[in-house]
T-cell receptor, first 115, second 111 residues
Framework: DSGVTQTPKHLITATGQRVTLRCSPR?????VYWYQQSLDQGLQFLIQ???????AKGNILERFSAQQFPDLHSELNLSSLELGDSALYFC??????????????FGPGTRLLVL | AQKITQTQPGMFVQEKEAVTLDCTYD???????LFWYKQPSSGEMIFLIY??????QNATEGRYSLNFQKARKSANLVISASQLGDSAMYFC????????FGTGTSLTVIP
């Protein structure tokens, strides 16, 4: 158990809908990262928040947004869902802003299926 | 930008034998970190081992060791005394401005 929690574990929804994925980092960790893992794209970095502020952005679509709250939990919002958004979404956390030596610990993931 | 290459899509190993999973990387950063993660069929990503670019010695964590050859830009994972529970996908990653993951190697341990 990494100490990172994600809810829900599974989510089934329809195209065009909007969903919110939630993540709580390990106790004491200030950074939260979101990743998307799909069969054709592999593991893709989406976005990082550090202590409530957006820190880095990866391959995140405009239909997706995220935020980190004062209690450091984070939410990833996915809107206007398409079939291709079906994937495993991971949240990870690390202690600080994320230097080269900083390990990221992953949550169990949310498996999203868009029908 | 950084890049990770894992050239072995699938590997098989006999139980109790050692296995090496290959990973090569490309980066122009002088300071970087190399990580290995395990993803069993249940889906979670489990951190295994870390190697810093300035570390003089190869990292070890229990049955996991990292064969770090900086000049060749390789960071191979060695699993000793394989167990059935080691059957999983293994991902190599490099940390520069962000994490970049390889495409993974599927390891199957045969009884």
């Amino acid at each position: 158990d990494s100490g990172v929690t994600q809810t829900p574990k599974h989510l089934i929804t329809a195209t065009g809908q909007r969903v919110t994925l939630r993540c709580s980092p390990r106790s004491g960790d200030l950074s939260v990262y979101w990743y998307q893992q799909s069969l054709d794209q592999g593991l893709q970095f989406l976005i990082q928040y550090y202590n409530g502020e957006e820190r880095a952005k990866g391959n995140i679509l405009e239909r997706f947004s995220a935020q980190q709250f004062p209690d450091l939990h984070s939410e990833l919002n996915l809107s206007s869902l398409e079939l291709g958004d079906s994937a495993l979404y991971f949240c990870a956390s690390s202690e600080s802003v994320g230097g080269a030596q900083e390990t990221q610990y992953f949550g169990p993931g949310t498996r999203l299926l868009v029908l | 930008a950084q890049k990770i290459t894992q050239t072995q899509p699938g590997m098989f190993v006999q139980e109790k034998e050692a296995v090496t999973l290959d990973c090569t990387y490309d980066t122009s950063d002088p300071s970087y970190g190399l990580f290995w993660y395990k993803q069993p069929s249940s889906g979670e990503m489990i951190f295994l081992i870390y190697q810093g670019s300035y570390d003089q010695q190869n990292a070890t964590e229990g049955r996991y060791s990292l064969n770090f050859q900086k000049a060749r830009k390789s960071a191979n994972l060695v699993i000793s005394a394989s167990q059935l529970g080691d059957s999983a996908m293994y991902f190599c990653a490099i940390r520069g401005d962000q994490f970049y993951f390889g495409t993974g190697t599927s390891l199957t341990v045969i009884p």
